[in-house]
């Protein structure tokens, strides 16, 4: 599949906004911001700017980006259309949170709209994660680990954005660290799974499903419809050699894993910052690899594998 | 409503593409553009049109394939587009309802007036069915000639799809896929129709009817090559090479 950017930054964004925001909330649920609210704004403020900017972003994927809140209609059905609402409904128990951080409404107002924004912020994430996992043609998308990665890289990206502004303002509280270690090693050990499926996994289609013509015999591409690569060709007919791909495995697990744990476990705000950048950063390589080593069934038509 | 429609009138309109008779001539792809340029679905996006990258929506393509078949093999046109089928994932991942399934006839079309483009549902087809209209930035698909094969101002004949009142071998078949008397679902049954990726579980409704086999043997045999005369002298070994120049 093609690894469009805006999608891959939209994903990444809104996933470490929701995973910040699902912090906050259950932060606000147990009384940490009404002892802090300063904290609790700043901490709701970048969570929601992340979210809103990827969503922006995820616009500029779309070819008639003005008609863009029609997507919000079609919930019933659709993942994309669910995410939409859901995400904008996030916004909802932020602004209440985040107002009541600033003007100081009283700890059950902050308990009851941290609540709200941890479920919403972690269904936003749900739902981010379903669009990809409903998609039939792609098989490595239909991994039982597809849900799950979104949901621990998300809370790994928003732990490590927590434990940055935790430090920031003296929260000493050991838990920071811990939350961000063990999402950390959790999104390790489900990306390294989800690479070994997608390793082994046998492709579900061949040419002689796809034409019918497998009853006869062994069916090759004699000539493709067009000489000129077309828009499917484009889109889901992406390739990635798998050397490469490798080399990039390797640059998503030394920066979006291990330099992360290493720079926790120094501490201070700098360390906690960098570990922030490399994560987003190592993330953004994962998250491209998604995409790219992605394979759909309508380029076995083209004598590719699907 | 972007949700599949329980009951679809008890039609299910769709093509039936004969692989034994196509020839690969791509008359249908071209009638296909051509019409779909200037009916209702129209205009079609083609950029560089005459140059190189050339970039162009198209609705309905045409591969050819070698089958090994234990022979010699044998090539097999297959053209391939929408099948208008009766459990469309790209119908209901589509957040607008752009996206849609009549109810009356099962025909599966784009309401370009409120697609976003967001590409989610070309992503959803194992089939590669719909292509990215990049001029007007919406998805686009077959329609099946829907604005012509309800046209009353049409002879009954010319009320088919642009690609089958084309098809100069008569490759291509239309109809009613429920019906069970009618003609597609007849030549189903005689010739045994065949469902492509029957394991996406997305029920095609337009199939494909299978090359027949062979009754003659393949080939006829390898004629023996005439060796060259040994040529004895130099000027016949001249004339050798004038003659097979």
């Known amino acids: ?306 | 409503m972007t949700s599949i429609p329980e009951n679809t009138g008890g039609k299910a309109l769709g093509l039936l593409i004969d692989l034994d008779t196509c020839v690969g001539c791509h008359a249908c792809v071209t009638a296909c553009k051509g019409y779909n340029s200037v009916s209702a679905a129209g205009p079609l996006s083609d950029i560089n049109p005459y140059q190189a990258e050339q970039r162009g929506t198209w609705f309905n393509r045409v591969f050819s394939y070698e089958v090994d078949d234990g022979g010699s093999g044998r090539a097999v046109h297959f053209p391939k587009n929408c099948l208008h089928c009766e459990k469309p994932d790209c119908v209901t991942v589509c957040p607008t309802g752009a996206s849609y399934k009549r109810a009356e006839d099962g025909i599966v079309l784009i309401n370009t007036d409120i697609c976003i483009g967001c590409k989610l549902c070309s992503w959803a087809c194992p089939y590669g069915a719909r292509e990215m209209d990049e001029d007007e930035g919406v998805m686009r698909k077959c329609t099946l000639c829907v604005d012509k094969i309800y046209d009353e101002r049409l002879s009954e004949r010319d009320r088919q799809p642009a690609c089958v009142t084309t098809c100069p071998t008569g490759a291509r078949h239309f109809g009613d896929f429920k019906d069970p008397e009618s003609k597609v679902s007849r030549l189903v049954r005689e010739r045994g129709g065949i469902e492509l990726m029957p394991e996406t579980g997305y029920r095609p409704v337009s199939k494909y009817l299978p090359p027949r086999k062979r009754t003659a043997p393949d080939r006829e045999p390898p004629r023996e090559q005439v060796a060259a005369p040994a040529a004895a002298n130099g000027f016949l070994r001249w004339v050798d090479r004038v003659l097979t120049r």
């Open chain 1, 1 to 306: 599949m093609h690894p469009a950017l805006s999608v891959i930054v939209f994903t990444t964004a809104s996933g470490a906004g929701c995973g910040l925001l699902l912090l906050s909330g259950l932060l606000a649920m147990a009384g940490v911001f009404a002892d802090d609210p300063t904290f609790g704004a700043v901490a709701v403020a970048i969570g929601v700017a992340l979210l809103g900017g990827g969503l922006m972003s995820s616009a500029a994927h779309l070819g008639r980006p003005e008609r863009m809140f029609r997507a919000l209609t079609q919930w019933r059905s659709s993942w994309l259309s669910r995410e939409g609402v859901v995400a904008l409904a996030t916004f909802v128990p932020a602004g209440v949170l985040f107002l009541a951080c600033v003007f100081g409404w009283g700890p059950g107002v902050v308990a009851i709209s941290g609540a709200v924004l941890a479920v919403l912020a972690a269904a936003t994430t749900l739902c981010t994660a379903m669009i990809y996992a409903s998609l039939k043609p792609i098989r490595q998308w239909r991994s039982r680990l597809v849900l799950p990665g979104y949901l621990i890289l998300a809370l790994m990206t928003g732990s490590l954005l927590l434990l940055t502004l935790a430090r920031a303002f003296g929260h000493r509280s050991p838990g920071y660290e811990a939350v961000a270690l063990a999402a950390i090693v959790g999104a390790l050990v489900v990306k390294l799974l989800y690479w070994k499926h997608i390793d082994t996994a046998a492709p579900t289609t061949d040419l002689g499903t796809a034409t019918g013509l497998g009853q006869f015999g062994r069916v090759r591409l004699l000539d493709p419809p067009h000489t000129e690569e077309n828009f499917v060709m484009r889109e889901m007919g992406y390739q990635i050699a798998r050397r490469h791909a490798y080399k990039l495995r390797q640059i998503a697990v030394v920066t979006a894993f291990a330099a992360p744990v290493l720079l926790t476990l120094v501490g201070g705000v700098v360390p906690a910052a960098l570990a922030v950048i490399a994560a987003g950063f190592g993330v953004l390589v994962e998250r491209w690899l998604f995409f790219a080593e992605a394979t759909h069934t309508s380029v076995i038509y083209y004598g590719r594998p699907g």
